[in-house]
Antibody, heavy 120, light 107 residues
């Protein structure tokens, strides 16, 4: 079964850092682009970042550019999101998602999400 | 960025009803559109991609149509498990953007 499992969320003070992980299983992780999408409490979905299968190409939403870094370890089947200089508006559930293996940038499956709360 | 606008924001319906949700893009996105279903406290689930292609395992009562700027998601006969929030997402250009969601509630 294809599965993604995030971890690493928690409470952090403004200006602090956190690293999220996403463990993949049930598929060839190294063959897929991966994404992070977040959802603030009671709000909609917002795309955050993506990384290609080799880990050599990354992209970010303007709201996190320069503060967040996406990376992956294909030997460990794990995706990461390093979040620095966190702000209150970064508070959200963070989901990792796999790009579907057909033409287009569709996301399936998604992990269960990990909650990041930025507050003093 | 391409703006995605869904309507209605919420809809009440009964089991067995036919429901249609619309999604409008601020510029043409060809058929680069997906629909997701999200239940409370759960991750989104891909239902339809490329505007009208049903994802494997998704019931055939779900269907999608449209191209360019206007798209629809139709549920032909609502089942109890379909009450959820639905999001559209464009994949035509970067950054990928989602609609604000449509909450489907039980009447």
């Amino acid at each position: 079964e294809v599965q993604l499992a995030e971890s690493g969320g928690g409470l952090v003070q403004p200006g602090g850092s956190l690293r999220l992980s996403c463990a993949a299983s049930g598929f060839t992780f190294s063959s897929h682009w991966m994404h992070w999408v977040r959802q603030a409490p009671g709000k909609g979905l917002v795309w955050v970042s993506r990384i290609n299968s080799a880990g050599s190409t990354t992209s970010y939403a303007d709201s996190v550019k320069g503060r967040f870094t996406i990376s992956r370890d294909n030997a460990k089947d794990t995706l990461y999101l390093q979040m620095n200089s966190l702000r209150a508006e970064d508070t959200a559930v963070y989901y990792c998602a796999r790009r579907v293996a057909v033409a287009g940038n569709w996301f399936d499956p998604w992990g269960q999400g990990t909650l990041v709360t930025v507050s003093s | 960025d391409i703006q995605m606008t869904q309507s209605p924001s919420s809809v009440s319906a009964s089991v067995g009803d036919r429901v249609t949700i619309t999604c409008r893009a601020s510029q043409s996105i060809s058929s680069w559109l997906a629909w997701y279903q999200q239940k409370p406290g759960k991750a989104p689930k891909l239902l339809i991609y490329a505007a009208s292609t049903l994802q494997s395992g998704v019931p055939s009562r779900f269907s999608g149509s449209g191209s360019g700027t206007d798209f629809t998601l139709t549920i032909s006969s609502l089942q109890p498990e379909d009450f959820a929030t639905y999001y559209c997402q464009q994949a035509n250009s970067f950054p990928y953007t989602f609609g604000q969601g449509t909450k489907l509630e039980i009447k």
